[in-house]
């Protein structure tokens, strides 16, 4: 440290730096044992604070820090998947069997509810036994008539 403020109070007296600079550089010399030294470069005619190398460094370290986040981040996520992904399949393979159910059952109900809608229009006609001219010309297959309708064959006027 003798060494840096020899060459700072020659620098001084060569007057390559004023006494205002060569006061910083010996306060910052002075601090240099508790870690607040700050680095200088010599450009230009004068000493400069060299926060470039500082800032650079700082840049490095949460670079890496950043990479290593994002690596362990990556694991744990793709772990997380591998861990839940047959569970995942088992989901997803009962709500297509549950939806297929439903299905089924909607198709199911809608047929029977078309069936009895057809059913319920047809009895809204009329059975063709209830006039004169059921099965006049041949026995009828309506399921209104009654069995007995056409045993003896066709009616007669």
Same mark, same amino acid.
């Given at each position: 440290?003798?060494?840096?403020?020899?060459?700072? &109070?020659?620098?001084?007296?060569?007057?390559?730096? @004023?006494?205002?600079?060569? /006061?910083?550089? &010996?306060? /910052? &010399? @002075?601090?240099?044992?508790?870690? /607040?030294?700050?680095?200088?470069?010599?450009?230009?005619?004068?000493?400069?604070?060299?926060?470039?190398?500082?800032?650079?460094?700082?840049?490095?370290?949460?670079?890496?820090?950043?990479?290593?986040?994002?690596?362990?981040?990556?694991?744990?996520?793709?772990?997380?998947?591998?861990?839940?992904?047959?569970?995942?399949?088992?989901?997803?393979?009962?709500?297509?069997?549950?939806? /297929?159910?439903?299905?089924?059952?909607?198709?199911?109900?809608?047929?029977? @509810?078309?069936?009895?809608?057809?059913?319920?229009?047809?009895?809204?006609?009329?059975?063709?036994?209830?006039?004169?001219?059921?099965?006049?010309?041949?026995?009828?297959?309506?399921?209104?008539?009654?069995?007995?309708?056409?045993?003896?064959?066709?009616?007669?006027?």
């Amino acid at each position: 440290m003798k060494e840096e403020r020899l060459m700072i &109070l020659n620098l001084l007296n060569e007057g390559k730096i @004023s006494a205002d600079e060569a /006061a910083k550089l &010996l306060d /910052a &010399l @002075s601090r240099g044992g508790d870690g /607040a030294q700050k680095k200088y470069k010599y450009r230009h005619g004068a000493f400069e604070r060299d926060d470039e190398g500082e800032m650079e460094e700082k840049l490095k370290k949460f670079q890496q820090a950043a990479e290593n986040f994002s690596k362990e981040f990556g694991e744990k996520v793709g772990g997380a998947f591998k861990e839940f992904e047959p569970k995942f399949k088992t989901v997803a393979k009962t709500v297509m069997e549950k939806t /297929a159910s439903v299905v089924d059952d909607l198709a199911k109900a809608l047929n029977e @509810s078309v069936k009895n809608m057809e059913e319920k229009m047809k009895a809204a006609e009329g059975c063709c036994c209830d006039d004169d001219d059921c099965c006049k010309d041949e026995c009828c297959d309506d399921e209104c008539c009654d069995d007995d309708c056409c045993d003896d064959g066709p009616k007669e006027n």
